[in-house]
């Protein structure tokens, strides 16, 4: 019977570190691939909450030359708002 116990706490172990392993991986990938897009421009931050968001489409505000790219329409509502806080646009 702890022969059983023994042989299944071993077996459910290695499982979990082959699972734990592969997880790591794919997430050191994912991360990876990330840096380099946003390397390559194909990526931007959003300045209001710093998540990173395709450059090629999605919600944009342009401030004299500069494009900003946000993830939702409620960062760049906030990033508007500062801006007239600041004086810098006029309602």
Known sequence: MIVKVLVFTLVAYALYRLFMND???K????SREREQ???AGEMARDPVCGTY???EG???VRNGE???HFC???CREKYIRQLR???QIES
Do not use: M, P
């Open 72 to 74: 939702s329409y409620e």
């Open 53 to 55: 968001v395709d450059a």
């Open 85 to 87: 806080e600041q004086g």
């Open 23 to 25: 997880h790591r991986k």
């Open 66 to 68: 500069t494009v900003f």
């Open 58 to 60: 999605g919600i944009t």
């Open 37 to 39: 897009r946003v390397a």
């Open 27 to 30: 997430e050191d990938e994912l």
